[in-house]
């Protein structure tokens, strides 16, 4: 069974401040994906990984498979970025996505 | 907009009764997944169909089950309610596979049980 960890759960930061949130599983993955839900409980889809490095405009996801291991970086942080950031992994298989418990972000003016 | 739709938004039962949450997906999204959400914690998958049939479940009991319709919705049902089924219940649609997999996740029906 695969387990997701992500740290930190609370993170508090200023507006313009770089950001970092990581993410680690236990067992080989086809993909990570990184989404966002913010209050009411929408989500939304950020990035799917397998490998390497994607961006999109100042969010930026790296994955190293060999270290089981996953970051979202948020580069000049904005206070509309404040939400709860969510990784979650698959096997490729019909398991469904196995969910960390999200980081809760705030960014304050 | 990620073109998925839940209905109700909002929902109240008492603990015994029975519950059904619906997902609306586009056309063309052969895979769909429904999760509970639990206050604080991440999204639990609960099952998967493709092309209207079950082909993955997480760790819940019988009492939760589901149908998936040939125009791309699909239900949750879910029988005698218990007050820990008190939770967010999201649906997500998949395409493609592998490098090319998009998941997009509704908006959510919030249960309470009473």
């Known amino acids: 069974k695969n387990e997701v960890e992500q740290s930190p759960q609370n993170l508090t930061a200023q507006e313009g401040e770089f950001i970092t949130i990581n993410c680690s599983y236990s067992?080989?993955?086809?993909?990570l994906h990184w989404l966002q839900q913010h209050p009411g409980g929408g989500i939304v889809s950020l990035f799917m990984l397998s490998s390497g490095k994607k961006k999109h405009g100042r969010l930026i996801a790296t994955i190293n498979i060999q270290e089981k291991h996953s970051s979202l970086h948020i580069t000049a942080s904005h206070p509309r970025d404040s939400a709860v950031y969510i990784c979650?992994?698959?096997?490729?298989?019909?398991?469904?996505?196995?969910f960390g418990k999200g980081t809760h972000l705030i960014i304050q003016p | 907009e990620t073109g998925v739709t839940q209905s109700p938004t909002h929902l109240i039962k008492t603990r015994g009764q029975q519950v059904t949450l619906r997902c609306s997906s586009q056309?063309?999204?052969?895979?769909v997944s429904w999760y509970q959400q639990a206050l604080g914690q991440g999204p639990q998958f609960i099952f998967q169909y493709y092309r209207e049939e079950e082909n993955g479940r997480g760790n819940f009991p019988p009492r939760f089950s589901g149908l998936q319709f040939p125009n791309y919705s699909s239900e949750l049902n879910v029988n005698a309610l218990e007050l820990d089924d008190s939770a967010l219940y999201l649906c997500a649609s998949r395409t493609g596979q592998g490098p090319q997999e998009t998941q997009y996740f509704g908006p959510g029906t919030r249960l309470l049980v009473l």
């Open positions: 056309s063309g999204h052969n895979t």
């Open positions: 979650a992994a698959t096997t490729g298989g019909a398991d469904g996505l196995t």
């Open positions: 067992v080989g993955i086809s993909a």
